[in-house]
T-cell receptor
Framework: AQKITQTQPGMFVQEKEAVTLDCTYD???????LFWYKQPSSGEMIFLIY??????QNATEGRYSLNFQKARKSANLVISASQLGDSAMYFC????????????FGTGTRLLVSP | DGGITQSPKYLFRKEGQNVTLSCEQN?????MYWYRQDPGQGLRLIYY???????QKGDIAEGYSVSREKKESFPLTVTSAQKNPTAFYLC??????????????FGPGTRLTVL
């Protein structure tokens, strides 16, 4: 079964607008962590934000926030005031609290920011 | 500057040859990882190491080998047994002190093409 689902293969947004990238996950473990990474065309994966399953508040890091809806098993990334440099692939990932606690990645969403 | 370096950036290999991808980190991280990324896909774990002289298979270890003789270095060898080695390879490292919140930081990647 797919652990992480990113249903939007591509998203378009105009500069300075906000955009939401969707991520749903599947786990029966009550303890888990959720991550978002950005991958520009250069290829390097850049860590953006982390949310723990027991965190009471939604995580925020600058222009990035994570809209965490535990009951719906969704962890959407919200980018406020989009910039041209935000154009990239975005990956959602999850770590469960079992065994090695490996990261499992979704297939990504390509974001294109237009002027 | 602290970070993760991978070399070479691009690598071409003839069928039947083994090649070794380099990964070095100066972040003093305990754990290191190798991932493979295919077009339109998320990352898949090849091997990981939590301590020097010890490493474990990930989800797609067949046709690959690693070593961890130094904390800073985790080279990946793509052997001739790997049936479809053309892909983008990413190395990552992390501390192991925050449990689920341990964040993996990535290198710039190596793009391997088999001719």
């Amino acid at each position: 079964a797919q652990k992480i689902t990113q249903t939007q293969p591509g998203m378009f947004v105009q500069e300075k607008e906000a955009v939401t990238l969707d991520c749903t996950y599947d786990t029966s473990d009550p303890s888990y962590g959720l991550f978002w990474y950005k991958q520009p065309s250069s290829g390097e994966m850049i860590f953006l934000i982390y949310q723990g399953s027991y965190d009471q508040q939604n995580a925020t890091e600058g222009r990035y926030s994570l809209n965490f809806q535990k009951a719906r098993k969704s962890a959407n990334l919200v980018i406020s005031a989009s910039q041209l440099g935000d154009s990239a692939m975005y990956f959602c990932a999850m770590r469960e609290n079992t065994g090695f606690q490996k990261l499992v990645f979704g297939t990504g969403t390509r974001l294109l920011v237009s002027p | 500057d602290g970070g993760i370096t991978q070399s070479p950036k691009y690598l071409f290999r003839k069928e039947g040859q083994n090649v070794t991808l380099s990964c070095e980190q100066n972040l003093n991280h305990d754990a290191m990882y190798w991932y493979r990324q295919d077009p339109g896909q998320g990352l898949r774990l090849i091997y990981y190491s939590q301590i020097v002289n010890d490493f474990q298979k990930g989800d797609i270890a067949e046709g690959y080998s690693v070593s961890r003789e130094k904390k800073e270095s985790f080279p990946l060898t793509v052997t001739s047994a790997q049936k479809n080695p053309t892909a983008f390879y990413l190395c990552a490292s992390s501390m192991l002190d925050r449990g689920l919140a341990d964040t993996q930081y990535f290198g710039p990647g190596t793009r391997l093409t088999v001719l």
